[in-house]
């Protein structure tokens, strides 16, 4: 299984982003994986953010988050999204997509994990 995560940038505080994942790979679909998203700023340990199950698409959301950003997917493109608003600089940090076999926050439930995309929000 292999994550391409893309749509990372520069925004002011306030304003919005939308992250993507592709997932890709010939077992990707056949496993019907729960998908999510974790972040690490500079200096900081890597911390769940969103975490979305295959079908129905229940969802889960660190509480810093929860209100601001959605996850959602579309198991026909293998992909996976998270629709940021409100954005804070505190939200500054390289976005990790995460494939695994179980729901749950903790990074180690993960078993793929997408290259990062870099958000960088500014005051």
């Known amino acids: 299984v292999q994550l391409q995560a893309s749509g990372g940038g520069v925004v002011q505080a306030g304003g919005s982003l939308k992250l993507s994942c592709a997932a890709s790979?010939?077992?990707?679909?056949?496993?019907?994986?729960?998908m999510a998203w974790f972040r690490q700023a500079p200096g900081k340990e890597r911390e769940f953010v969103a975490t979305?199950?295959?079908?129905?698409?229940?969802?889960y959301y660190a509480d810093s988050v929860k209100g601001r950003f959605t996850i959602s997917r579309d198991n026909a493109k293998n992909t996976v999204y998270l629709q940021m608003n409100s954005l804070k600089p505190e939200d500054t940090a390289v976005y990790y997509c995460?494939?695994?076999?179980?729901?749950?926050?903790?990074?180690?439930?993960?078993?793929?994990w997408g290259q990062g995309t870099q958000v960088t929000v500014s005051s």
């Open positions: 979305i199950h295959w079908s129905p698409a229940i969802t």
């Open positions: 995460a494939a695994g076999r179980f729901f749950l926050r903790s990074s180690n439930s993960y078993d793929y």
């Open positions: 790979g010939r077992t990707f679909s056949n496993y019907k994986y729960v």
